[in-house]
């Protein structure tokens, strides 16, 4: 049932004469305003009525701030719920920007966190709360019937919510870098996304209490990350940085979605109905980029209006060095449903920035771009060859030893940390357990568009392990850089290989000339996933690990979505 019992066509409420009150933004945030750079110059001064009280569903007070511009005159509405606080640098970045273009910004701290009352849970009280809190808006003199949400993360969660039931007023959302499904966070390909679990846990359990608690919390995890991560058991050994916390040792155990646990926790159903125009933005190394394809993906289906935008972003630059496109293409969108101004809209549903050899931004009718999957396969002696190989059926062709107590460790890549985005990887494949496969020189630049898949061949002498595969450029100094890359689990004996196949995320990328196409393969990487022990255990609770021996079978093979014709190769070239 909606939130509201005005019928859904009926005229959206017209706020009454409300002359703006005084109060200002605190120092800090005028300060944080002045830092940045590349951003449309404001239209108006703006005020601030700090920590109101909003009733959440069950009576609890929401702690709330509200910006605004300080011009008398109808604006629109934007809500932001978040759970990492209303301070540095959410109120800056939401309440001040976006009230000086002419919005009253409603930037509200879910409960149980930066002074809410009840208590935080991932994701069983959003959409009764983000209800009741438009039902609180419809009652504020300044309301006009306008209303959008905007705000990256968990902040994109809450906006899904929100869509479940979307009120009448609902004209638009921006999810940024947002995610619809916890339990896909956590649990990545069938792996435990160990180092986006300890990011969530500081995020979530700190940042709402300030900035100096919020340091404190990541710094203490930082100096005893290694240890954390290589506990045994796993569980439970976060305590050392970030206190107890039940709610974190629940997400980590529990790996099936089927799981009565996760019930109610996707929210992907809402964009399979969606109607309320929906602008996305990712960044290629954002660690919840796969959730924000999906989004686009569901939304179109739906036919519901969409744009994305993808940048040369991780999870925390699309807010730092790419905030000046991302404000712009936020603001665009907004106005455009907001206020009927489509003057700044790109004319493409689809923005992405090609990476690689001369990068640049290209506007897409769509994503992902039509284009021809071709397959590179395996060959003996480190090659990667576009002719398939000539035996029938299975046959070794590589090998090595995975060891839980020396584990294969992680460089860049898509997380949510800062160590996240493109990476030399040439130290990571000097390692033993790392197998690489080369192609040719390049005789011309190759465009990959779209995403990106494995097909590996494989079989263990324990039974049980993980696949972690990874596309690389590799430049004439040998210089190996990671694009994209994916993980999955394995269940094989010695004697009978399994196909596994690995999706690996989508890239925009140009080979250059004389470059060469790298296909990466090892058994994890420490601590982005959790340790596979090699006997079958839950890796959160395994206490006994066992080396592993991996053998790669032919035929095993890299698609690459080609958004140029492919050149024809030179002369074979390895490792």
């Keep these: 049932m909606s939130v509201s019992s005005r019928p859904v066509n009926a005229p959206a409420p017209t706020a009454t004469a409300w002359l703006p009150p005084p109060g200002r933004p605190p120092l800090s945030a005028r300060l944080m305003r002045a830092t940045w750079r590349g951003l449309p110059a404001k239209r108006h001064d703006v005020g601030m009525q700090p920590g109101q009280e909003v009733p959440a569903a069950d009576g609890s007070p929401l702690i709330t701030d509200h910006y605004f511009p300080r011009t008398e005159g109808h604006f629109p509405t934007l809500l932001v719920r978040s ?9 800056p970045m939401y309440g001040v920007l976006f009230a000086e273009q002419g919005f009253h910004v409603v930037l509200q701290s879910c409960r149980g966190t930066g002074g809410s009352g009840g208590r935080f849970h991932l994701w069983r009280n959003e959409p009764a709360d983000g209800r009741a809190t438009v039902a609180w808006l419809r009652e504020q003199p300044w309301f006009d019937g306008r209303l959008a949400t905007v705000g990256p993360s968990y902040l994109g969660y809450v906006q899904w919510a929100l869509a479940l039931d979307p009120p009448p007023e609902l004209k638009a959302m921006v999810v940024q870098i947002g995610l619809h499904d916890p339990h896909a966070l956590f649990h990545a390909g069938g792996v435990l996304h160990l180092e986006a679990a300890l990011a969530v846990g500081a995020g979530m359990t700190y940042q709402h209490r300030g900035t100096v608690p919020f340091l404190k919390a990541t710094l203490r995890l ?4 290694r240890a954390i991560t290589t506990a045994r058991p796993l569980r439970g050994a976060h305590e050392s940085a970030l206190g107890e916390l039940p709610w974190l040792d629940e997400v980590m ?14 929210l992907a159903h809402a964009a399979d109905r969606a109607t309320v125009p929906t602008g996305l933005v990712t960044g290629w190394h954002d660690g919840l980029a796969d959730q924000v394809f999906e989004q686009y993906d569901r939304l179109r289906r739906a036919g519901c209006e969409t744009a994305l935008l993808v940048g040369p972003w991780t999870h925390t630059s699309a807010l730092q060095q790419g905030w000046p496109e991302v404000f712009a293409e936020s603001l665009a969108w907004l106005r455009a449903h907001l206020e009927g101004d489509r003057t700044a809209v790109r004319p493409g549903r689809v923005r992405v920035h090609v990476g690689g050899a001369r990068e640049e931004w290209r506007d897409l009718p769509d994503w992902p771009p039509a284009a021809c999957a071709e397959a590179w396969y395996a060959a003996p002696d480190g090659h990667l060859a576009p002719d398939a190989p000539a035996s029938a059926g299975p046959a070794p062709l590589a090998a090595f030893r995975y060891d839980p ?22 130290r990571l494949e000097a390692r033993d357990d790392v197998l690489t496969f080369t192609g040719p020189p390049l005789t011309a630049p190759v465009e990959i568009l779209g995403p990106v898949t494995a097909r590996l061949t494989i079989a263990t002498d324990t039974g049980h392990c993980d696949v972690f595969t990874r596309l690389c450029d590799v430049a004439p100094d040998g210089r190996s850089t990671n694009v994209c890359d994916g993980v999955a689990p394995v269940r094989a004996t010695p004697d009978r290989p399994v ?19 790298r296909w990466q393969i090892s058994a994890g990487a420490h601590p982005r996933y959790a340790r596979n022990p090699g006997t079958g255990a839950s890796p959160t609770e395994a206490t006994e690990f066992t080396p592993t021996r991996i053998t790669l079978h032919t035929p095993s093979s890299l698609l690459l979505p080609h958004g140029s014709p492919r050149p024809a190769p030179t002369e074979q070239t390895g490792r």
């Design 83 to 91: 759970p990492y606080g209303r301070g540095l640098p959410w109120g």
């Design 222 to 225: 930082h100096r005893r990350l």
């Design 253 to 266: 155990t529990h790996p099936d979605a089927g799981d009565p646990y996760w019930t109610g926790a996707s």
């Design 405 to 426: 107590a020396d584990p294969t460790p992680s460089v860049g890549g898509r997380l949510l940390s800062r160590t996240a985005g493109a990476r030399d990887n040439r």
């Design 499 to 517: 196909e596994v196949t690995a999706a690996m995320s989508s890239t925009a990328h140009r080979f250059a000339a004389g470059h060469r196409i």
